[in-house]
């Protein structure tokens, strides 16, 4: 059985929008589709640490539907998975040989929320864009108000990259893990941008 990744899923798992409509340009990763579980349908998860601290993914079967801080124990993903795959993407990311996410996402939220969220993957590695620039994107340039509740609401940290959100001015502005974090991610992907 073959994955098809080439579009965004919205919240039932059907496509929602194909990323090239979205303005996105995330190729099809065969590796991915050749190793994940072909009969994966149950939700799954894993938790492990990274240098912003504790963080689980979960998945459900099709695509990755979480991804945040937590306080869990520690739990090993199965060979196959989705929680697998995205742990050694994420990993390859902290270390800075990774610039982008060839993973299938699933976040749950409204319709305004979802664009918002495509919006965020189409800001580049190492680049940032204010609650404005992703307003006026989306055809509503008044809604930086809105842009900011959906980004804080964002279900899929880092994949879905609302720490590249800034404020007007490019000063850090809130972040569901703290500033210290977004800093962090900032400065990972500007040192990494730098030398590659």
């Known amino acids: 059985m073959k994955y098809d990744f080439s579009s965004i899923l919205d919240s039932k798992g059907k496509d929602a929008i194909p990323m090239w409509e979205a303005g996105m340009n995330y190729p099809v990763v065969s590796s991915v589709q050749q190793t994940l579980a072909p009969r994966q349908t149950e939700a799954s998860c894993c938790v492990f640490d990274t240098p912003i601290g504790r963080v689980r993914v979960t998945a459900d079967g099709r695509a990755v539907t979480g991804l945040g801080l937590t306080e869990e124990a520690l739990l090993s993903p199965e060979e196959g998975t989705l929680p697998a795959e995205a742990r050694r ?11 982008t996410f060839d993973l299938p996402l ?27 620039d992703i307003a006026a994107r989306l055809g509503r340039p008044k809604a930086a108000r809105a842009v900011g509740m959906a980004n ?31 800093e962090y991610l900032l400065s990972l992907e500007s040192r990494t941008g730098e030398n590659g």
Do not use: D, M
């Open 89 to 99: 993407q994420l990993l390859e990311y902290f270390e800075g040989t990774r610039r």
């Open 152 to 182: 804080h609401r964002n279900p899929i940290l880092i994949l879905i990259p609302c720490h590249r959100v800034v404020g007007k001015n490019g000063s850090l502005t809130g972040f569901a893990c703290g500033l210290e974090r977004k």
């Open 106 to 132: 699933a976040p749950e939220g409204t319709p305004f929320q979802q664009a918002v969220w495509r919006e965020l993957r189409a800001i580049p590695y190492g680049q940032t864009a204010s609650y404005g």
